[in-house]
T-cell receptor, first 112, second 115 residues
């Protein structure tokens, strides 16, 4: 079993839809959670970064962490064709190493 | 957000030659930098972690003599692929984290093609 599970998709939605992307993890020691967006042939771009359980909102994006269920989500409201990309969840332990453990990524297409 | 640059963005080299890739943090001090490799339609594979002024820590299976990493300053890390072979062709991405930070900021990546 992978430490972080993420549905690879592909996921296609119409423009304006609410998108829900999810990851589950097995290691309860993970403390910091991130969502990255990666366009084809580009480096990942940090979208959201959270530490504690709960919700964090930034514009059209909301990140949700439920540590008791070991489950994190990213919601995209009013999705746009420019949101079409691969979304990667990532998480790390506390301490000095700070290496990220990534999900496999979900490929999202928003259709105009 | 923090900005990380990479140079070159794309390089073609002949088998047996060496290639150097630069990674710079433009607006923050990166105490830790990471080098990843990514194959098409796959997630990122961590190659090594480097702290400024220290030797890099390589992941299992990554040849340290082939992939030389230098992190001589708080804004610059370099990856040198020595004696490159076609199987080294890949997308190489660096990331950087500031002091005490856990989030990583990624560069745009370098596409290496070895002929």
């Amino acid at each position: 079993q992978k430490e972080v599970e993420q549905d690879p998709g592909p996921l296609s939605v119409p423009e304006g839809a609410i998108v829900s992307l999810n990851c589950t993890y097995s290691n309860s020691a993970f403390q910091y959670f991130m969502w990255y967006r990666q366009y084809s042939r580009k480096g990942p771009e940090l979208l959201m970064y959270t530490y504690s359980s709960g919700n964090k909102e930034d514009g059209r994006f909301t990140a949700q962490v439920d540590k008791s269920s070991k489950y994190i989500s990213l919601f995209i409201r009013d999705s746009q064709p420019s949101d079409s990309a691969t979304y990667l969840c990532a998480m790390t332990l506390s301490g000095s190493a700070r290496q990220l453990t990534f999900g496999s990524g979900t490929q999202l297409t928003v259709l105009p | 957000g923090a900005v990380v640059s990479q140079h070159p963005s794309w390089v073609i080299c002949k088998s047996g030659t060496s290639v150097k890739i630069e990674c710079r943090s433009l607006d923050f001090q990166a105490t830790t930098m990471f080098w990843y490799r990514q194959f098409p339609k796959q997630s990122l594979m961590l190659m090594a972690t480097s702290n400024e002024g220290s030797k890099a820590t390589y992941e299992q299976g990554v040849e340290k003599d082939k992939f030389l990493i230098n992190h001589a300053s708080l804004t610059l890390s370099t990856l040198t692929v020595t004696s490159a072979h076609p199987e080294d062709s890949s997308f190489y991405i660096c990331s950087a984290a500031g002091t005490g930070a856990y989030e990583q900021y990624f560069g745009p990546g370098t596409r290496l093609t070895v002929t």
